[in-house]
């Protein structure tokens, strides 16, 4: 079992940028492929970045492409996810999550990660 805590969320004007990073427990963390999902009030969770165990390949929801950058420290255990040019929108919990993925397409959906952190607030201010 992997432990998930995230955390760097906050507060932030549009434009501005957020660093959030996610800590595993176990030092077996290069056997996670690891995402990150948000979900934003009355909405259902949604996918928006992933990367594959080896950090070698990495997934981006079409609403993110090009604005967060997703990356891995497996010295650390650590994956972190760099936003910018934050919008509104992008207002949401935002969760890490760990598991086992072993084809392309699976990465963006959340049944195929067993491991969830408890979420950081992203706050986006116009």
């Known amino acids: 079992q992997v432990q998930l805590v995230e955390s760097g969320g906050g507060l932030v004007q549009a434009g501005g940028s957020l660093r959030l990073s996610c800590a595993a427990s176990?030092?077996?963390?290069?056997?996670?492929?690891m995402g990150w999902f948000r979900q934003a009030p009355g909405k259902e969770r949604e996918f928006v970045a992933a990367?594959?165990?080896?950090?070698?390949?990495?997934y981006y929801a079409d609403s993110v492409k090009g604005r967060f950058t997703i990356s891995r420290d497996n010295a650390k255990n650590t994956v972190y996810l760099q936003m910018n040019s934050l919008k509104p929108e992008d207002t949401a919990v935002y969760y890490c999550?760990?598991?086992?993925?072993?084809?392309?397409?699976?990465?963006?959906?959340?049944?195929?990660?067993?491991?969830w952190g408890q979420g950081t607030q992203v706050t986006v201010s116009s």
């Open positions: 176990r030092h077996t963390f290069t056997s996670y492929d």
């Open positions: 990367i594959s165990r080896s950090a070698g390949n990495t």
């Open positions: 999550a760990a598991g086992a993925i072993y084809h392309s397409s699976h990465y963006s959906r959340a049944l195929n990660y067993g491991y």
